[in-house]
């Protein structure tokens, strides 16, 4: 019995090498795979014809394995046997190595496949090192700096927010009642507030209009040699009241501590050394002086005196 067991399975490794070497003989070289071939290899039954094999049934690959498997001696999924796989230690299936970007699959089509797979590899979401950003974490933050505090004048009561105003604005410099009552009322003062800082101001000696007009006036005359006209206009305008320049101006100017008209106006002449004997030049003189607002009679004094050599 075990000699005709033999006997039928040496016949069958027989006829399957006779398979084979029938099948090298007729394709000498490789081909393409047609649609039909494609086909059969994605559904797993690749057959032999009918009457190859004893039986005369059509047969799968895998029987085909298992038949040579049989006949060679070797268990079926062997090493080197059709369409086995290679067994890893302990008798599991060894999986093969894969590239990192063979992961790249549908495990990253969402966005949190996206960050699993980065996070595995060691990278941040912006593509930086997964350490820097820890270490970068952990560095102590630097704190911001508070901004200064201010003055809150918008805090205060309507009166006293006035009066804060009104004293921040002669710190910095003289001003006339008007200047400052014009400037409260630009910063919406009300009426009555700045009535009380102006009286508050003028009790401490803060704001004076005589005082500002003659120190105007004094520095115009020497500085920039204005006469008494542009003064008396630039004071008017901000808000000397006409019997406090007049007071000013009376007595050919004694009131001031500067130069009289006459004085600024031969000290330009003689600066300037023009030739008076041309019409067009003397002219030209007398309309610079009277634009400085020195009156039109001290200003044919001047000229004359120049011309005579009194200056």
Known sequence: MTSDGDASLADLAARIAAIEASSTAKVPGPRARSADDTAAAGRGAVQVGVGDLPGGEARTQAELDAARAAASGEPVGASGGLGGAASGGDGEPALP????????????????????????????????????????????KRKKKEPKAELAFADAAPHQRAI????????????????????????????????????????????????????????????????????????????????????????????????????????LLHRKQPDLSDVKVKSRMAGMLARRGIASSVVFQAIRQHERGED
């Open 97 to 140: 190595e894969r590239d990192v970007d063979d992961v790249r699959g549908p495990s990253l089509v969402s966005l949190e496949g996206q960050l699993a797979h980065d996070e595995a590899l060691g990278v941040a979401p912006d593509g930086s090192s997964l350490e820097a950003a820890a270490a970068a974490a952990q560095r102590p």
């Open 164 to 267: 804060d105003l009104a004293y921040k604005l002669v710190s910095r410099r003289e001003h006339t009642v008007k200047q400052v009552r014009d400037k409260l009322a630009a910063k919406a003062c009300e009426p009555a507030a700045i009535d009380e800082a102006i009286a508050e101001l003028g009790r401490y000696g803060f704001i004076d209009d005589e005082r500002y007009a003659k120190l105007f006036a004094e520095d115009k005359r020497r500085l920039q040699g204005w006469g008494a006209r542009r003064i008396r206009m630039k004071l008017t305008q901000d808000g000397i009241s006409r019997d406090l320049l007049d007071r000013l101006f009376a007595d050919d100017e004694e009131a001031l501590d500067a130069p009289s008209e006459l004085e600024v106006a031969l000290a």
